[in-house]
Nanobody, 121 residues
Framework: QVQLVESGGGLVQAGGSLRLSCAAS????????MAWYRQAPGKQRELVAS???????NYAEFVKGRFTISRDNAKNTVYLQMSSLKPEDTAVYYC???????????????WGQGTQVTVSS
């Protein structure tokens, strides 16, 4: 089976930085898109940034210029460098990946368990 494991969340003051990591492991043939979402209390989950296998990136307007997504295909890992953090960035951040599993080559959507990011004012 395939799993995504996130790390790097925590508590930071406004204006600070954090780096999130998400590693995919298991019976993986290839990975198409890797992305980060977030969900704040009482709000819907929203896309933060995505990175295709071909190298295209997409960012939500509210993080442009502050967050950078990167990806290491050899390690099946995606990163989110977050800078100039604001209290409104406080949320649980989830890793998401569209993965083609080995064997039957079935494409499925996978989610990590989430990592809490808290930005204090």
């Amino acid at each position: 089976q395939v799993q995504l494991v996130e790390s790097g969340g925590g508590l930071v003051q406004a204006g600070g930085s954090l780096r999130l990591s998400c590693a995919a492991s298991g019976n993986i043939f290839s990975i198409n898109v890797m992305a980060w979402y977030r969900q704040a209390p009482g709000k819907q989950r929203e896309l933060v940034a995505s990175y295709t296998r071909g190298g295209y990136t997409n960012y939500a307007e509210f993080v442009k210029g502050r967050f950078t997504i990167s990806r290491d295909n050899a390690k099946n890992t995606v990163y989110l460098q977050m800078s100039s953090l604001k209290p409104e960035d406080t949320a649980v951040y989830y890793c998401n990946a569209e993965i083609i599993a080995g064997g039957l080559k079935i494409i499925s959507d996978y989610w990590g368990q989430g990592t809490q990011v808290t930005v204090s004012s």
